[in-house]
C-alpha cells in the first residue's frame, strides 16, 4: 500500500524544498546502486545536512510507517542501498565532518557520510591509518562501510571494518537515539557495537562513528609473481601460509581478469601466465626485511615464470592498480557482469575454481576470476550481455550455484559485500529457518515495523524490479572500481 | 548439571527456569546471581582444527590451556593474549566475559577474532551465528555480541576463532616513568609496532622489580603514593613488547632503549607476562575490577583509586584494579568486577536494549543484566 500523501508532506516540511527530491529526474540518479542489475524509483530523496535532521526524519518514517533506505556513495555491490518502492531515501554524504581526530588516543569520530579515504587523509600527518580499503575508498562512505561491514585487501591481518569500529551513534529504526561503545578499544557488557556494524541498515542509521586508527606501517614490500597455472599460485599461497608469515594481502587474478587489467589499465604482467599473484608484506623495515628473505625463497620454489618486486611506491601503486581495475577492466570484455563474494575454506580454493570453471563451460557463461586468496573469499565475475532475452537469469543461476558451492564447502555466501537484495534467496542456505526466525526477532526490537531497509538480507520478500542497466556510471568514467 | 554435549545443553537449560552457565569460575563474580548454575566444564573438547585455515572450533567448556597447546604445535596462537589461561579459564568463559589480554595491542581484542558461535538461546533452541571461515559477512553479527554478554542473551556450545601465526621471538623493554599515560601515547604510534603496551601503577609490578618512587616523594618520606597520585600524573613502569623474527627485535629494542634512557630489557619475559596474565600482582583475597578507558582518562582514573593496585593493559584503553576490599571510587568509568566481594558493575551500567533481551531470552531464563 503506498502512503497516502501527507505523510509524505510531514516528511517533506523537515527539510528546505530544495534538499527533499520528489521530481523523477531528480529520482532516477538514486534509483540503483554498485548492483547495477537492479533498480527501483523512491517516492522521494530526503538530503539532510545534520544529524537532527536525519533523526527527525527516521521519527517521521516511523511514526507514518513510511519504509526508508539510507545511502550514502551507492557503492554497494549487493543492492544494499537500493530504494524500496513506496518508500523514501535519506542520502548521508552531507553529513561529513571529521568531528574528532586524536593521534595520541589513536581515535577518530567521523560522521557517517565521510569518505573513507577522508579518514586515512586526515590521519596521515600522525604517521596513522583506517585499515579498511574497499576498492571504492575513494567514495564510499563510512556509514555504507558500517551498514555492510565491508572489507578489502588487507582483512586477512587487520579484520573487516566491524573490528575498527569503537563505538556508534545511531537513530533505530524506531526512532530512538543510541551511543554503544566508545573511545576505548575494551568495553563493559555485550557488544553492542559490533552487533551494528553490518546490520546492512535493518536496524537503523548510524550517524557518528568513533575510529580506531593505526600506525601505518613504516615499510611495504610488493611483490607480483605470475604463473603458468592457477593451481601452481595456489600451491604458492599454501606454502606461504604454512611458513608463518602474516602478509598485510594476498591476491589472486585468473585468465580473463588477467587480459582485462591489461587491455584497460595497461598493466604489466608477465607473459604466458595464467594466473598472477600478489603479495604484500608490511611493518617496521628490520621485520619486513627478515621476512621477505622468507618469502623470496617459498616464491622461487614455486614454479612462478617471474617474480616480480616493486621496488619503489610508485611500482607498488602500479601493482595494486592493476588489481584494483580488474573489475571495471572487465566491464571491457562484456557489457553487463555480476560480481561474486562466496568464501571457501582456503585449502579448497583449487578445487572450488575448478569447479567454477566447470560449471561456467557447461552454461557456457564466461568468468573471470579475482580473490583474496589469504581468506578465501572468491569474486567471480560473471559475464552477461543484458540485451539478449534470459542471459541475465542465466547469469544469475551461475551465481547461486557458485554461492551453493560456497556453502556445501563450509564457506559463506558473502565475504565482504553483505547478502542485500542480491543474495537474500541464499541465506537459507546457509542458516535454518529458526536461525533466521532469531535474526528477524533481533531485527524487529530495532526496527518493530520493518521500515528500514526493508526486501533485504531476509530471503521471501517480493522480488524488485529486474531491469537491464550498464556499468555504474562512475566506474565506466573510472573513478571507482570493485573489490 | 554437567552436559556434553550442545544437546544435552540445550535440554538442561529447557529443564530449568533460571540458569546461568559457568565454565572454571575464574571470574568468580560473574557467575554470583541468584539462579541455577550449569557447568561447561564437560562441554570439552577440540572439534575442528585446520591450521592452513587459521581457524578453529572448539566446545565452549573447553580449557584455553588445550587450544594454547596445540594451537602452538603449529606455531599458532590467540593474539588476543586469554587471561587466567593457566587458571583454567574456559573458552565459552573468556567470550562471555569479554576479556582480553596485553596482546590485544597489536591485532585487537577477543572481538576481533571470533568468527561463529552455536549457542542456546533462552527458548533452549540451538542456533548457529556467524560462520567458520576467516571472512564471513553473512547475518547479523551475534557472535560479537556475545562478547562480554555474562551469559545473560543465551549459553554458548560451540566456538570458532581465527588465529595467527606466532611471531618467532618477542622482547619486552621496561620503562619507569612519572607520566604513565603520557609515555605511552608517545609509543602507541611509532613505527616499531608495539606488540603489547602495558603499565603498572601502585606498586603492583609484575616484573618484581622495584617501582621508582615519586620524584616529589624521596624514598623513606613516607608520603603515601595516593597523595602523589591525585596531584600529578601516575608514575610506574611501562612495559612495552615487541615481536617478530629475532634478527630484527635486536634493533627495534635498541631504538627503543635509545629513545627511553631510563628502560631495560626485561630478562624474565616470559614470567611477567605470565603473571600480568594469571592477575598474579593483585591481592588474592581483593576485589579485582576491570575498567574499560581511554589513556587520557588514565591520570583521573588513578586519582580517584586513592592507593590500589592497578594494571594498565592495552596501551591505557583497559586498567585492572586490584583493591584489598571494595571502596566504591569508580564513579563515571565503564567497570565490571571479576572477583570479590562488589557491585558486578561498580560504575556505569552496561547499555540494555530491551528488546534484544526480548528476542534471544522471551521468558528472561538468564538473569537479566
Known amino acids: 500500500m503506498l502512503p497516502s500523501a501527507p505523510s509524505l508532506d510531514r516528511l517533506k516540511s523537515l527539510l528546505p524544498p530544495e534538499r527533499f527530491l520528489t521530481q523523477s529526474a531528480e529520482l532516477a540518479a538514486y534509483e540503483s546502486d554498485g548492483l547495477t542489475a537492479f533498480k527501483a524509483t523512491p517516492l522521494a530523496v530526503a538530503v539532510p545536512e545534520t544529524q537532527d535532521e536525519v533523526i527527525a526524519l527516521v521519527r517521521a518514517c516511523h511514526a507514518e510507517g513510511i519504509p526508508f533506505v539510507a545511502r550514502g556513495s551507492g557503492t554497494s555491490l549487493s543492492g ?12 548521508l554524504n552531507r553529513l561529513n565532518r571529521i568531528v574528532r581526530l586524536d593521534h595520541e588516543e589513536r581515535i577518530a569520530v567521523v560522521e557517517a557520510g565521510v569518505i573513507n579515504t577522508a579518514v586515512t587523509l586526515a590521519a596521515a600527518p600522525y604517521g596513522l591509518l583506517f585499515a579498511p580499503d574497499p576498492s571504492s575508498q575513494s567514495i564510499c562512505t563510512i556509514g555504507g562501510n558500517i551498514a555492510f561491514n565491508s572489507g578489502g585487501a588487507h582483512c586477512l591481518k587487520y579484520g573487516m571494518t566491524s573490528n575498527h569500529v569503537l563505538g556508534l ?26 552487533l551494528f556494524v553490518g546490520n546492512e541498515g535493518l536496524f537503523g542509521i548510524a550517524l557518528e562513528a568513533t575510529l580506531q586508527l593505526l600506525p601505518k606501517p613504516e615499510c611495504y614490500h610488493t611483490v607480483l609473481a605470475g604463473y603458468h597455472t592457477i593451481e601452481q599460485a595456489g600451491d604458492a599461497v599454501s606454502a606461504i601460509i604454512a611458513s608463518g608469515l602474516l602478509p598485510g594481502a594476498i591476491e589472486i587474478m585468473e585468465g580473463l581478469a588477467i587480459e582485462a ?101 557447461e552454461m557456457n557463461i564466461r568468468c573471470a576470476n579475482v580473490f583474496h586468496a589469504g581468506d578465501g573469499n572468491l569474486h567471480p565475475l560473471i559475464l552477461y550481455d543484458g540485451r539478449e532475452p534470459g542471459a541475465l537469469h542465466r547469469a544469475e543461476q ?12 563450509g564457506g559463506s555466501i558473502t565475504g565482504e559485500h553483505g547478502v542485500g ?63 | 548439571m554437567t552436559p556434553t554435549t550442545p544437546e544435552q545443553l540445550a535440554e ?63 606455531g599458532q596462537y590467540l593474539p588476543f593474549d586469554p587471561l587466567l589461561v593457566n587458571a583454567g579459564a574456559t573458552l565459552g568463559g573468556t567470550v562471555a566475559s569479554g576479556l582480553s589480554g596485553p596482546g590485544r595491542f597489536r591485532y585487537g581484542g577477543l572481538r576481533d577474532f571470533i568468527l561463529g558461535v552455536q549457542f542456546v538461546d533462552g527458548e533452549g533452541r540451538l542456533l548457529r551465528m556467524g560462520g567458520k571461515v576467516v571472512k564471513n559477512a553473512a547475518g547479523f553479527d551475534l557472535p560479537k555480541f556475545f562478547v562480554g554478554s555474562l551469559g545473560r542473551y543465551g549459553v554458548l556450545a560451540e566456538i570458532t576463532f581465527k588465529v595467527f601465526p606466532r611471531a618467532t621471538a618477542f622482547r619486552t623493554v621496561r620503562i619507569p616513568t612519572d607520566n604513565v599515560a603520557a609515555t605511552m601515547m608517545s609509543m602507541s604510534s611509532t613505527r616499531w609496532e608495539l606488540d603489547a603496551l602495558d603499565a603498572a601503577c601502585g606498586g603492583c609490578d609484575a616484573s618484581s622489580q622495584e617501582v621508582p618512587a615519586p620524584p616529589s616523594a624521596p624514598k623513606g ?9 591525585a596531584s600529578q600524573p601516575p608514575w610506574g613502569a611501562v612495559f612495552a613488547r615487541v615481536g617478530g623474527p629475532a634478527v630484527a627485535l635486536d634493533a627495534l629494542t635498541a631504538e627503543i632503549l635509545a629513545r627511553f634512557p631510563t628502560g631495560a630489557v626485561l630478562a624474565e619475559d616470559d614470567a611477567f607476562w605470565t603473571s600480568v596474565r594469571e592477575f598474579k600482582w593483585a591481592h588474592a583475597d581483593g576485589v579485582l575490577v576491570k575498567v574499560a578507558l581511554t589513556p587520557k582518562r588514565l591520570p583521573e582514573l588513578c586519582a580517584a583509586l586513592g592507593d590500589a593496585r592497578i594494571h594498565f593493559s592495552a596501551g591505557g584503553n583497559v586498567a585492572y584494579v586490584s583493591q584489598p576490599a571494595f571502596e566504591p571510587r569508580f564513579a563515571g568509568f565503564d567497570a565490571l568486577t571479576l572477583r570479590g566481594d562488589a557491585p558486578l558493575f561498580p560504575g556505569i551500567a552496561p547499555v540494555v536494549v530491551p528488546g534484544v533481551k526480548t528476542a534471544l531470552d522471551p521468558q528472561n531464563r538468564f538473569p537479566s543484566l
Open chain 1, 80 to 91: 544494499g542501498s537500493m530504494p524500496v518502492e513506496g518508500g523514501i531515501v535519506i542520502t
Open chain 1, 169 to 194: 551513534k545511531a537513530v533505530l529504526a524506531n526512532g530512538e537515539v543510541v551511543e554503544f561503545g566508545g573511545a576505548s578499544r575494551e568495553m563493559i557488557g555485550p557488544d553492542w557495537t559490533g
Open chain 1, 261 to 361: 587489467a591489461k587491455a584497460a589499465v595497461h598493466a604489466d604482467y608477465p607473459p604466458g601466465c595464467d594466473a598472477v599473484l600478489i603479495i604484500e608484506l608490511e611493518g617496521p623495515r628490520e621485520v619486513v626485511a627478515a621476512d621477505r628473505a622468507r618469502l623470496d625463497a617459498i616464491l622461487a620454489a614455486s614454479h612462478p615464470v617471474e617474480v616480480r618486486p616493486a621496488r619503489d611506491a610508485n611500482e607498488r601503486l602500479a601493482i595494486w592498480k592493476g588489481r584494483k581495475s580488474a573489475f571495471s577492466a572487465v566491464g571491457r570484455l562484456s557489457p553487463d557482469f555480476i560480481v561474486q563474494d562466496g568464501v571457501v575454506p582456503r585449502r579448497r580454493l583449487g578445487e572450488a575454481l575448478r569447479r567454477i570453471g566447470e560449471m561456467s563451460r
Open chain 1, 398 to 409: 551461475l551465481a547461486g550455484r557458485i554461492l551453493k558451492m560456497c556453502v556445501e564447502m
Open chain 1, 421 to 483: 537484495v542480491e543474495k537474500r534467496d541464499y541465506l537459507a542456505d546457509m542458516f535454518s529457518a529458526e536461525e533466521i526466525e532469531c535474526m528477524k526477532r533481533i531485527r524487529a526490537a530495532f526496527d518493530p515495523l520493518g521500515i528500514a531497509n526493508p526486501g533485504k538480507m531476509f530471503p521471501g520478500k517480493e522480488a524488485p524490479a529486474l531491469t537491464h542497466h550498464g556499468l555504474h556510471p562512475l566506474e565506466k568514467a573510472g573513478v571507482i572500481s570493485r573489490e
Open chain 2, 12 to 74: 538442561a537449560i529447557r529443564a530449568t527456569p533460571c540458569v546461568l552457565a559457568v565454565g572454571a569460575g575464574t571470574k568468580p563474580r560473574l557467575s554470583q546471581c541468584d539462579a541455577t548454575l550449569i557447568s561447561t566444564r564437560a562441554l570439552s573438547g577440540i572439534v575442528e582444527y585446520e591450521p592452513s585455515e587459521f581457524t578453529f572450533t572448539a566446545l565452549a567448556g573447553t580449557p584455553v590451556r588445550e587450544i594454547a597447546a596445540a594451537l602452538a604445535k603449529s
Open chain 2, 221 to 229: 618520606s613516607g608520603e603515601a603514593p595516593s597523595a602523589t597520585r
